[in-house]
């Protein structure tokens, strides 16, 4: 998680990525899930996905949060094996659709998106700071 962070130059504190890991990992599906792509016993990727409401759906959808392999380790299918073991997880909870974002300048995973299948709509996400 250390290394998505870094990605993307953000420092959260390590509790907070802790506290987010335990709490998905205890979740089960129902609430969220955290997926590991590991090599030999080392994890070198993650997913995680939560769920929110759409009322354009009329249906809980799968929200692919964050997706993450580490650089040494892309090329060799773990970020295909993450979306496709959360989108089948997503599935079986009966989700229509898992969504996701990206950077628009990250060019290497829009690459791995539109190689599944994925696409892109024409809404724009905003954001609002709350603290």
């Known amino acids: 998680m250390r290394g998505y962070c870094e990605f993307y130059e953000s420092n959260p504190p390590d509790s907070g990525l802790d506290e987010m890991a335990r709490a998905l990992i205890a979740a089960g599906d129902d609430n969220g899930m955290l997926l590991v792509a590991d090599d ?3 994890v070198i990727g993650f997913a995680a996905v939560g769920w929110k409401w759409s009322s354009l759906r009329g249906a809980r959808i799968a929200v692919l ?3 993450f392999v580490a650089p040494e380790a892309r090329g ?3 970020a295909d094996g993450l979306i496709e073991a959360s989108a ?6 009966g989700a ?4 996701w974002l990206t950077a ?3 060019h290497r995973a829009q690459a791995v998106y539109d190689r599944i299948g994925g ?3 024409t809404f724009l996400e ?3 700071e709350l603290g």
């Not at 089948?88 to 909870?93: D, K, N």
């Not at 229509?96 to 969504?99: C, D």
């Open 126 to 128: 905003y954001e609002l």
């Open 119 to 121: 696409s892109s709509d």
């Open 104 to 106: 628009p300048d990250n």
């Open 88 to 93: 089948s997880r997503a599935r079986a909870t």
């Open 76 to 78: 060799r299918g773990a």
């Open 96 to 99: 229509p659709v898992m969504t």
């Open 65 to 67: 949060e964050d997706l």
């Open 40 to 42: 030999e016993g080392e």
